[in-house]
């Protein structure tokens, strides 16, 4: 009996071994996000993004330093601070040197602390934070450090781009803020009041106004202020079930108008606004694909749409994270020396798959893109979204958006 | 005044759609004294019944089949689930209900995930009706105030003109008597618990195509259900209106309104302080009346609850 349990034992401890040597190939990629609850969807649709991405643009070329495989590991955060740092934890335990999430700016804080206390710990065991959504400024000012990275367009640079086209349009001469009563919403209103002070001071802003975050059942009265103001176009950060609702409300009430806003496409939301929307709903993000300005877009999104029916490409962004990591471990030699893969990353300029070039500023670590002003509509759409009629059609797009935009951030570089 | 009467019909939609759920939550609350804490969940279901149904086989037969099934999964949730636990006494009741409403949101995120569901109002509808100066009323918003007004007359015509009706009304009040004398009591504990849900049903079916369609519907209206009912005096229908209507107004006044505290305390003689992060009183220089819109019919309930303890309508206490 004794002999038998030694020797199962012995035969388990041999196949970890085994496997063990045979994971060693893979370059693990933690994605911490929360991929229960109430925001899951999004989480859940990003993972898919990421593996399709690592497979498609790294693993399917031949992999990095010579033949590696990236591997992206979900490690659900529930969105919750507490829980972000315990599955951190968990994570770095099992030897993942790179972090990626991007859902939620309160959560990114949590994550850039941790990874700088653990980076000035543990000098020798580094790890790296890829962030490819959470849109805080201050993560690239106040708060940066050499080890985080952000890869898509932040909430000022965002307004940046945005009020650049809205003041070479005439016809708008006045403006309504709405947004959710939290950090982010009051972010949004005060970039815009200030950007359009400085580009178009004969713009007056006829309602700069908060509503309870989550909290509005209806939105209507909302919506009769915003007729009643006059306002020639009206300005949002507003997501989820608050974008739905505000949206449909503005147009139903009458209203004619641009409505500008950060997140009214995708996950449910582009199906569900539909035709009250068209030609009145616009979104400021990167990455948009209508009409695609090549043939490796289309392709690219083909490929993904085959395999994940139900989803879309909603974060472009994702494929510059994981082509520059590559890139940049490949130009390292190696994808355990985090501080010359860190320094392969700043001032990177790298091929956009979406077109144009993008440039990782060195001086604060945030990537500098073109950023489109897109429109929802049904005509002239090639990659619709949420498998209905209608997705995002550029009308303008902001070639390097923000190069020159002011930061604050005191880089100390190891 | 163009203004004022837009935002009264605003309010008259909200206030209506809230009368629908709380009509069926005071009368179950009357009868059974269960505090029904899955209303709102049938409500949602309402609309993911009526969703799934029109993709199959358009809007109008969503709106009279989705509140019958609601209502049936109404009845089947009395008869096998609380007339069980009715013999424990209230609080396994309150328990079991909001254990439900739990399970119902669980139920939903299963089968139709946790996004936005596409559920619109049907192309028959889809136009303004008419407009009052800029602002567009839309026929949809009409529609509603007509079916809720329907139902309003149809319940109060039910209970107060017909025999049905005064066997429910007599079994709120004496169901011992109302039993010796030969009706079926838990029958007609079951028939109310069963058109409660449904009327919560129809309230789905109509709103979710104007508030969305989507998991967190039910926790957004479930609290104000309950102010409504306790505002108006538990167990009344009258008074489930009134609040309702009252409530409809208030908010959707609140949210349309421009005021500003920082004016009220300007017209008090007080001097706005050049740092407000000094100043005892900062968050009431920056706030506005539509920020703290949704808590006004909270205020109401304890102002009601102070003054008069049984409710505007109520006969007995909250």
């Known amino acids: 009996m004794r ?36 925001f899951a969807t999004t989480a ?175 939105f209507t009265p909302y919506a009769r202020k915003i007729v009643a103001s006059g306002a020639d176009a009206v300005i949002t950060g507003n997501w989820g079930s608050d974008m739905v609702g505000l949206g449909k409300a503005i147009v139903e009430a009458g209203f004619k108008g641009p409505i500008y806003t950060y997140y009214a496409a995708g996950g449910g939301i582009t199906r569900t606004i539909g035709a009250a ?134 880089m100390k570089r190891p | 005044m163009d203004f004022i009467l837009v935002n009264i019909i605003d309010g008259l939609v909200y206030g209506l759609l809230l009368f629908m759920l709380s009509a069926g939550l005071t009368l179950i609350f009357s009868m059974m004294g269960v505090l029904n804490f899955a209303h709102a969940s049938f409500y949602m279901l309402g609309a993911y019944f009526a969703y799934q149904i029109s993709i199959f086989m358009g809007f109008w037969l969503g709106l009279l089949i989705a509140p019958l099934l609601v209502g049936i999964a109404g009845a089947g949730v009395e008869r096998y689930g609380l007339r069980r636990v009715h013999q424990y006494g209230h609080v396994p009741e309150l328990i079991f209900t909001f254990g439900l409403a739990l399970l119902i949101e669980e139920v939903v995120q299963f089968f139709w995930g946790k996004s936005q569901m596409a559920y619109v109002e049907p192309e028959v509808l889809h136009f303004t009706l008419f407009s009052i100066g800029d602002n567009a009323i839309a026929a949809y918003k009409v529609f509603m105030i007509f079916v809720s007004m329907g139902i309003f007359l149809t319940l109060l015509y039910i209970l107060t ?38 009327l919560a049903g129809l309230a789905g079916v109509i709103a979710g195509p104007m508030l969305g369609t989507f998991p967190g519907m039910a926790i957004l209206l479930g609290s104000i259900v309950f102010v409504t009912i306790v505002i108006g005096g538990l167990g009344s229908l009258w008074g489930a209106l009134v609040a309702s209507l009252l409530i409809g107004g208030l908010t959707t006044f609140a949210a349309a309104s421009s005021f500003q505290f920082a004016d009220l305390l300007l017209a008090l003689g007080m001097e706005r302080p050049a740092d407000l992060s000094e100043s005892m009183l900062a968050d009431l220089w920056t706030l506005s009346l539509p920020q703290i819109g949704p808590i006004l019919p909270y205020v109401l309930m304890v102002l009601v609850l102070v003054i008069r303890p049984h409710g505007l309508f109520g006969k007995r206490d909250a």
Not at chain 1, 6 to 32: H, Q, R, Y
Not at chain 1, 347 to 356: A, R
Not at chain 2, 169 to 179: C, F, G, H
């Open chain 1, 277 to 410: 929307g068209v030609g009145s709903i616009y979104v400021v993000q990167e990455g948009n694909y209508n009409p695609p300005a090549s043939q490796r877009i289309s392709d690219y999104i083909t490929a993904f749409k085959a395999k994940y029916p139900d989803y879309d490409i909603t974060q472009a962004r994702i494929t510059n994270t994981l082509e520059m990591l590559a890139r940049a471990i490949n130009t390292a030699g190696s994808a355990t020396d985090i501080n010359a893969i860190a320094y392969a990353l700043e001032g990177m300029e790298h091929e956009n798959l979406w077109g144009g070039k993008v440039m990782m500023r060195p001086d604060d670590h945030q990537l500098i893109q073109n950023v489109q002003i897109a429109m929802h509509t049904d005509e002239g759409i090639e990659f619709k979204l949420d498998n209905s009629p209608y997705g995002l059609l550029i009308q303008n797009n902001v070639e390097m958006a923000g190069m020159d935009f002011p930061h604050t951030c005191k």
């Open chain 1, 44 to 218: 859940t649709m990003g993972l898919a993004q990421y593996q399709f991405a690592a497979d498609t643009l790294v693993n399917g070329k031949g992999g990095v330093l010579g033949g590696d495989n990236f591997e992206v590991l979900g490690f659900d955060n529930k969105m919750s601070g507490k829980e972000t740092l315990v599955q951190l934890q968990v994570a770095i335990d099992q030897g993942i040197r790179f972090v990626v999430q991007g859902n939620s700016s309160g959560i990114a804080h949590a994550i850039t602390d941790a990874v700088k206390k653990h980076n000035k710990r543990n000098p020798d065991d580094l790890v790296l934070f890829l962030n490819y959504s959470a849109v805080d400024p201050a993560l690239t000012n106040d708060k940066c450090h050499f080890y985080h990275f952000r890869f898509d367009a932040h909430a000022g640079i965002k307004m940046d781009a945005l009020t650049d086209v809205m003041a070479e349009n005439q016809d708008i001469k006045s403006v309504y803020l709405i947004g959710q009563d939290y950090s982010f919403g009051k972010a949004v209103a005060a970039a815009a009041v200030n950007d359009l002070g400085a580009k178009r001071p004969d713009i007056e802003i006829v309602g700069n106004e908060l509503h309870p975050i989550g909290k509005v059942k209806d």
């Open chain 2, 161 to 198: 003109r017909t025999r049905v009706g005064m066997v429910i009304q007599a079994a709120l009040s004496y169901p011992r008597t109302v039993e010796a004398l030969g009706h079926n009591v838990p029958m007609v504990f079951m028939g109310v618990f069963g058109v409660g849900t449904a």
């Open chain 1, 3 to 38: 002999k038998k349990t030694f020797l199962g034992l012995t035969t388990a401890l041999a196949m970890t071994v085994g496997a063990t040597a045979a994971m060693a190939e893979n370059i693990k990629i933690a994605f911490l996000e929360p991929l229960s609850g109430a």
